[in-house]
């Protein structure tokens, strides 16, 4: 096991930047989901850190050691491509088997590996079949095993799920987990789905444009995001944003209301933009934050999405699974205090 | 009125279904017969070559296909003559090797110039596929030329060097391998092989399809090449099969039976790579299909 340091990593394709510096330090054991949407510099980290990649600038550390000039096979790695990359000539202890090809243990050695990397994936009775009589959860499990057998540094992982159906990548995801818990193995999980982010990592970083905007546990990146990007991209549905300029001790927002804010470190009319999560603001009884008409409803179950139209502005709220407002209702919107998040409009940081 | 002009334009509408039926199968007849005529024309000079085969010299140019009187006397003369034996063991050996060299070089080459950027590369590609404009018939006497100031001439290698890579066979395999997804290579990087067995275990057997199709056009292209085997060789005994055959013409007029039997022979071991390679090639169509 071994810790995996980035510092100052840059990379740029001829004249375009597509790495602006990034610094991350992640510990051994850790399991590290870097986050961002499609084009931020995820993959590029990642086959970076695998040695498929060149260092334009900076530096990578493996285990302490810098290994910006060595080879993938000297970095002792393994990743798990999102095509899979398992071969379609070779049977499954093949392909598990590949990662050991290079290795000095013995053929009875080799193969008791194989078998006990298969029998904690469950391949046990699949390791004669070819490639093409294997689901698609089960050829992911053989793309996994065959970086298991190694047992390398650190594991990882590019989008390995993005191909597999809803029901599967839930299972796979939870697979993955159970897995990291049992092996402990460093890993480093790039996706651009913020479920998969918050549901497996210790540790999330997320990505925009080549620059890390927020490193933090899934608790951190949800209740304290640093900037309005983080925390529109973290949580589904997304975090309402309504903007607006201070006004003594309240927010006047754009759209004719006003809300009260702890107002300590905010400047007279200053231009900020305040964040209410869609299940933080509730539909309910009596004076609230916001007054509004319903619009549209969502049931989801448990709950019921409700999105109201508050001034010329829509937002969405969460209202009850049972007994939800109808449209065309006016409601009544709450948010506790500590739910409410404060943004500069300008730079786009939390004001904490 | 209404109900009987439904009835009508129901009528007309089958009517017209079975004008166009009757059409498409008309199109189809005549399609059947021009493949027919196609098949044909293929076909008769095989039959005609095994016919005559089988008959005595007097027989030879009257045209019928079966022999009145047939015998296997052709056969016996000549594989009992012993030049047809060398020129068979030449062209099967200079066959099989221009194949395995073809098969190994036009694959590194193909896959270096998909696989690596490099600079040059682009102008390599070009350089490459542009001698396939020159016909074989223009580089004849360079080779000649070559050949004689190397001390080629009447040897194997002599037969073979202008053979041994093709500009086709680069080309073909370098499209071939834009079909392997660069993951593949890349994984067994990170896996520790190096480039050279990347080649060979990952990248080689995923285009074993394009390699049975190349393989079977070089060794067609070989086993039948004369003009070049003709000018490179002097003695009879380093002769190849096609051009061993027409000395049965020069030396006593033409025996035409003795030239079929002979080709019929000599058609044998291209039935046998044909049979044994188009295997991988179903598969590999096969394999393709299901994939994904
Ligand atoms: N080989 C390349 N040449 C030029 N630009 C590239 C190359 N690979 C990636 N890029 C660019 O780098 C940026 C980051 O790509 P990537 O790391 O693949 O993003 P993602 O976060 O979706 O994985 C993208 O804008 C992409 O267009
Ligand atoms: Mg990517």
């Known amino acids: ?352 | 009125m209404a109900f009987s002009e439904t009835l009508d334009t129901g009528r007309n509408a089958s009517a017209l279904r079975s004008a166009t039926r009757r059409k498409r199968s008309q199109a189809q007849l005549i399609r059947w017969l021009l493949l027919f005529a196609g098949g044909i024309a293929m076909v008769m000079p095989i039959i005609y070559m095994l016919s005559t085969s089988f008959k005595y010299p007097f027989e030879v140019y009257n045209l019928n296909l079966i022999p009145e009187e047939p015998t296997l006397e052709n056969y016996t003369y000549v594989l009992e003559d012993g030049r047809f034996f060398s020129w068979f063991t030449n062209s099967v050996v200079i066959a099989t090797i221009t194949t395995i060299c073809n098969v190994l070089f036009d694959s590194l080459v193909g896959y270096v110039l998909c696989k690596y950027t490099f600079p040059g590369r682009y102008i390599v590609f070009i350089a490459i596929l542009s001698t396939l404009m020159i016909p074989t018939e223009m580089l004849v006497i360079p080779w000649y030329l070559m050949s004689s100031t190397f001390g080629w001439l009447d040897t194997y290698w002599g037969i073979m060097f202008p053979g041994l890579m093709t500009a086709f066979g680069v080309f073909l395999m370098k499209q071939f391998f834009e079909t392997v997804p660069d993951d593949f290579l890349e994984a067994a990087r990170i896996d520790g092989l190096n480039e050279l067995q990347i080649w060979w275990t990952v990248a080689m057997p995923l285009v074993r399809p394009a390699l049975a199709a190349l393989a079977i056009f070089v060794f067609l292209g070989n086993w039948t090449a004369f003009i070049w085997p003709l000018i490179v060789t002097n003695s009879q005994e380093m002769y190849t099969l096609p051009v061993g055959l027409t000395t049965f013409s020069v030396e006593a007029q033409v025996e035409w039976e003795l030239i079929m039997t002979g080709a019929a022979i000599s058609t044998i071991p291209t039935l046998i790579v044909f049979l044994v390679f188009q295997r991988y090639i179903i598969r590999g169509v096969v394999m393709a299909g299901l994939k994904g």
């Open chain 1, 1 to 352: 096991m071994t810790n995996v340091s980035l510092s100052n990593l840059k990379k740029s394709y001829g004249k375009t930047q597509v790495l602006h510096g990034i610094n991350l330090d992640i510990q051994s054991g850790e399991f590290v989901v870097l986050v961002g949407p499609s084009g931020c510099g995820k993959s590029t980290t990642l086959r970076m850190i695998a040695g498929l990649e060149e260092v334009s600038a900076g530096d990578i550390r493996i285990g302490g050691d810098v290994v910006n000039d060595m080879e993938p096979k000297e970095r002792n790695i393994a990743m798990v491509f999102q095509n899979y990359a398992i071969y379609p000539h070779m049977s499954v202890r093949k392909n598990i088997g590949f990662g050991l090809r290079t290795s000095k243990l013995s053929k009875d050695e080799k193969n008791a590996r194989i078998d006990e990397v298969a029998g904690i994936l469950e391949l046990n009775d699949l390791l004669e079949r070819k490639p093409n009589q294997l689901s698609g959860g089960q050829r992911q499990r053989v793309a996994i095993g065959r970086a298991m057998v190694r047992d390398p540094a650190a594991f990882l992982f590019d989008e390995p799920l993005s191909n597999l159906d809803a029901q599967l990548r839930t299972q796979m995801r939870l697979e993955i987990k159970k897995l990291h818990q049992r092996v402990g193995n460093t890993i480093i999980f790039v996706t651009h789905d913020q479920v998969e982010a918050m549901t497996m990592a210790d540790r999330i970083v997320i990505m925009k444009d080549g620059h890390i905007q927020q490193v933090g546990t899934p608790f951190e990146v949800f209740y304290e995001p640093a900037n309005i990007f983080v925390a529109q991209f973290i949580g589904a549905p997304s975090m309402n944003m309504l903007s607006g300029t201070v006004k003594g001790e309240a927010v006047a927002l754009d759209n004719g209301t006003s809300i009260q804010v702890p107002t300590t470190k905010l400047s007279e009319d200053q231009k900020v933009a305040v964040g209410l999560r869609p299940d933080a603001l509730l539909v309910g009884e009596g004076e609230g934050l916001f007054t509004g008409e319903v619009s549209v409803i969502e049931p989801l179950g448990t709950d019921t999405l409700a999105y109201v139209k508050v001034g010329d502005k829509e937002v969405i709220a969460k209202a009850s699974g049972r007994t939800p407002p109808a449209v065309g209702d006016v409601v009544n919107l709450h948010a506790a205090p500590e739910a409410i998040h404060l943004f500069d409009a300008d730079t786009g940081e939390a004001i904490r």
